[in-house]
């Protein structure tokens, strides 16, 4: 399996806050079945190239360690890019970086809203070469009320990345039913851990891939923790079936609606 959302890097944000930590949340995801891992630590606190180089050495010499420890995980460095305006410009000047050197940005949105840029954002990052992914897209309350949000991405070659806790349900049966109706109408395609700590929030992925086992048959599920992922980490383009309609409520627009006879 392949992870591309956790925060395993000691002393960057809100994960691992040591070396012990980090190599310990390291074995367990090895212990689970993971192969490989990119880190993505968030970005909100970083200020020109400082920090995507830190993200860098740090990742080197991550992977050093788990040499050392004999722990077989290949390991890529990234980011967990927070939505703003200006994303083009910071992945620029080195404050948000892609999943591993790749054509791909894991976007995070704020939890309780959707920004009205977003497609237009999404839009520019495409023109330029990016793929987005989005996210844990069923924690936001928003999407939550309006999942046909992300199918209107979908539909536009937007990914949809559901974090592992909330099939297991464990951030709340709302949360829950989010990520399968996504998964199911194929609005999000990939499973990842999203892994902060080494109790509640693991890096592992195979008791969710056991509910996606269970919902949409084997390959599906192989292809959200592996066959995706590993396109992904391999900057390869991704193979994906076409979403299902979005159904999104008609929008008229004000020209439309003003000549309308």
């Given at each position: 399996?392949f992870?591309?959302?956790?925060h395993?890097?000691p002393?960057?944000?809100?994960?691992a806050?040591?070396?012990?930590?980090a190599?310990?949340?390291?074995?367990?995801a090895?212990?689970?079945?993971?192969q490989?891992?990119v880190?993505?630590?968030?970005?909100?606190?970083?200020w020109?190239?400082?920090?995507?180089?830190?993200?860098?050495?740090?990742?080197r010499?991550?992977?050093?360690?788990?040499?050392?420890?004999?722990?077989?995980?290949?390991v890529?460095a990234?980011?967990?890019?927070?939505?703003?305006?200006?994303?083009?410009?910071?992945?620029?000047?080195?404050r948000?970086?892609?999943?591993?050197?790749?054509?791909?940005?894991?976007?995070?949105?704020?939890?309780?809203?959707w920004?009205?840029s977003?497609?237009?954002?999404?839009?520019?990052?495409?023109?330029?070469?990016?793929t987005?992914?989005?996210?844990?897209?069923?924690?936001?309350?928003?999407?939550?009320e309006?999942?046909?949000?992300?199918?209107?991405?979908?539909e536009?070659?937007?990914l949809?990345?559901?974090?592992?806790?909330?099939l297991?349900?464990?951030?709340?049966?709302?949360?829950?039913?989010?990520?399968?109706k996504?998964?199911?109408?194929?609005?999000s395609?990939?499973?990842?851990?999203?892994?902060h700590?080494l109790?509640?929030r693991?890096?592992t992925?195979?008791a969710?891939?056991?509910?996606?086992?269970?919902?949409?048959?084997?390959?599906r599920a192989?292809?959200?923790?592996?066959?995706?992922?590993?396109?992904?980490?391999?900057n390869?383009?991704?193979?994906?079936e076409?979403?299902?309609?979005s159904?999104?409520p008609?929008?008229?627009s004000?020209?439309?609606?003003?000549?309308?006879?």
């Open positions: 399996m992870d591309l959302h956790n395993l890097l002393g960057i944000d809100d994960g806050k040591d070396w012990d930590m190599l310990a949340m390291a074995r367990m090895s212990a689970d079945g993971t490989a891992l880190f993505t630590p968030h970005n909100s606190a970083w020109s190239g400082y920090y995507q180089e830190k993200v860098e050495r740090l990742t010499e991550f992977q050093q360690r788990l040499s050392d420890a004999g722990v077989p995980l290949q890529g990234g980011a967990e890019i927070y939505f703003e305006l200006d994303l083009l410009k910071r992945l620029k000047d080195g948000a970086a892609p999943l591993n050197g790749s054509r791909y940005l894991l976007i995070e949105l704020p939890f309780t809203s920004p009205l977003t497609e237009h954002v999404f839009f520019e990052l495409q023109v330029a070469g990016y987005p992914i989005m996210a844990h897209p069923e924690r936001n309350s928003i999407v939550m309006k999942p046909h949000l992300m199918g209107v991405l979908a536009r070659g937007v949809g990345q559901i974090t592992s806790g909330s297991e349900g464990k951030f709340g049966s709302r949360a829950q039913k989010t990520a399968l996504l998964l199911d109408h194929r609005w395609h990939i499973i990842a851990s999203d892994a700590d109790s509640n693991t890096p992925l195979s969710a891939l056991r509910v996606a086992e269970a919902q949409f048959g084997a390959a192989t292809a959200m923790v592996h066959t995706l992922p590993q396109q992904i980490y391999r390869e383009e991704v193979a994906l076409a979403p299902l309609p159904a999104a008609e929008q008229k004000f020209l439309g609606a003003l000549f309308k006879h």
